[in-house]
């Protein structure tokens, strides 16, 4: 078992360096906007810029349905470090908003590349009863990386930024080079001896042949199926698996996740409170990563649906308080003795969200679908999660300023609300089973 928490740590220092990307817009931004900016930015080119890296994000992840079969999961992301490395080069050496926006669209090419594979390497070389907990640590890594990005952003230079941030994806490289294959992608390709090998590294035993020969199984009878889009949707259990996630990322993302990660510094500084924005980002920040960790220790022990619900309807209450500070402050109420509220109610946003909608969908989305659909399945999943990102990116400015930051915010209350009855009614509960069982109650059989 030493070499599956190995594995999962060097997993986990990729998915900072994706956590990297995300967080860079927060401390950025404002400072490209600024007066003394060192490339000046329209406010509609930094939307731009911002939301290009979930374009990126799309692009690589289309890519990696074409590669993550022929040349494994371990590859992919040791190559997904490339792009990220020559992205913040770009950045860091941009003279105009056209390198920027062309960095972070290379650096979501390595999030595109990465984040699906990553989940689903650690989804495969886990055993079941760990399964949750070990994918939950990967949105951990991505939301510390996030938080080290808020933290130093504010006291660097964009360019000083963007050098640091590079040496993350060097680091993630070198640690996984040592480490084993998945065993299902040698099982995929009939290299048994290899699967056999790699499931006794992980494993520390060689009492690994009743796992060797039940991961064989399914996967061959995955692979005796046809293939391909037809296959999710025709097949009423694969087909199922695709709505859960959809849904799950619909709601994850528009109940304003992005916004606040991109826009948070922005955010704060309109509320008018003399604390700076940056100080509150960076607790925010912090808070995320704190209770998105306790959520890992959790998600094994507590039903994957009562932690999605309580997490949507607590998503909901926050955004719909600053919501209703944003409103206060649109009609020109006096809003000076509950300036505190915004920073209060993102924070308790931060804590609700990190239970669930942080972290469980990209856990299920580990076991959703079967071998034979599960990187179409995942790539699906994952451009849903990007295009709803960029939408939010692209979108969330031009509503909030034509309409108001609480019209933005109650849309996204809206959502989570919508999201508690999604979950409630059509998300089946994963805890505890293993791939196999979940294919059997996906598919309506009664799990052996």
């Not at 080069?89 to 003279?95: G, H, Q, R, S, T």
């Not at 993302?253 to 604390?275: H, K, M, P, R």
């Amino acid at each position: 078992m030493k070499k599956v928490y190995l594995t999962v740590f060097a997993s986990n220092v990729g998915m900072m360096s994706y956590g990297l990307f995300l967080g860079w817009s927060s401390p950025s931004v404002p400072v490209l906007l600024g007066n003394d900016s060192p490339v000046p930015l329209t406010l509609q080119q930094a939307t731009w810029v911002i939301s290009i890296h979930s374009v990126g994000s799309a692009v690589g992840g289309v890519f990696s349905i074409y590669v993550i079969n022929l040349i494994g999961r371990k590859r992919i992301l040791l190559f997904s470090a490339i792009p990220g490395v020559i992205g913040w080069m770009i950045i860091a050496f941009a003279i105009s908003s056209w390198e920027l926006i062309v960095g972070r669209f290379i650096c979501g090419l390595s999030t595109g590349l990465g984040y699906v594979t990553a989940m689903m390497y650690v989804g495969e070389i886990s055993p079941a009863n760990i399964r949750g907990a070990m994918t939950c640590t990967l949105t951990v890594a991505a939301k510390f990386g996030l938080f080290v990005e808020w933290v130093i952003g504010p006291f660097l230079s964009v360019r000083h930024l963007a050098f640091a941030s590079s040496l993350l994806p060097v680091l993630f490289f070198v640690s996984l080079l040592p480490l084993p294959e998945s065993p299902y992608h040698f099982m995929r390709h009939g290299r048994r001896d290899e699967a056999i090998a790699s499931l006794v590294q992980l494993r520390g035993t060689t009492d690994i042949s009743k796992e060797a020969d039940t991961i064989e199984k399914f996967i061959k009878i995955d692979l005796d199926n046809n293939t391909g889009l037809w296959e999710i949707l025709s097949v009423s259990g694969n087909r199922k698996a695709l709505i859960v996630l959809l849904g799950l990322f619909v709601i994850q993302q528009w109940s304003g996740s992005y916004a606040v990660l991109s826009y948070a510094e922005l955010i704060f500084d309109s509320t008018g409170n003399q604390f700076k924005g940056k100080y509150i980002t960076m607790i925010t920040g912090g808070v995320q990563v704190v209770f998105t960790l306790i959520s890992s220790s959790v998600v094994d022990r507590y039903s994957r649906r009562l932690l999605l619900i309580i997490s949507a309807f607590g998503t909901c209450i926050s955004t719909f308080l600053v919501g209703i500070f944003f409103f206060l402050q649109n009609i020109q109420m006096n809003v000076d003795r509950i300036v505190w509220l915004p920073a209060v109610a993102l924070i308790l946003y931060n804590v609700l969200y990190a239970f669930g909608l942080a972290a469980v969908p990209f856990t299920m989305m580990s076991e959703l679908f079967p071998t034979n659909v599960k990187v179409l399945g995942n790539t699906i999943g994952m451009l849903c999660c990007y295009f709803c990102s960029a939408v939010v990116t692209l979108f969330y400015h031009n509503l909030a300023e034509q309409y108001g930051v609480h019209v933005a915010f109650w849309f996204f209350s809206l959502i989570s609300i919508l999201g508690v009855l999604f979950v409630y009614f059509y998300v089946p509960e994963t805890k505890g089973k293993t791939l196999q069982e979940i294919q059997q109650q996906l598919h309506g059989l009664k799990v052996q």
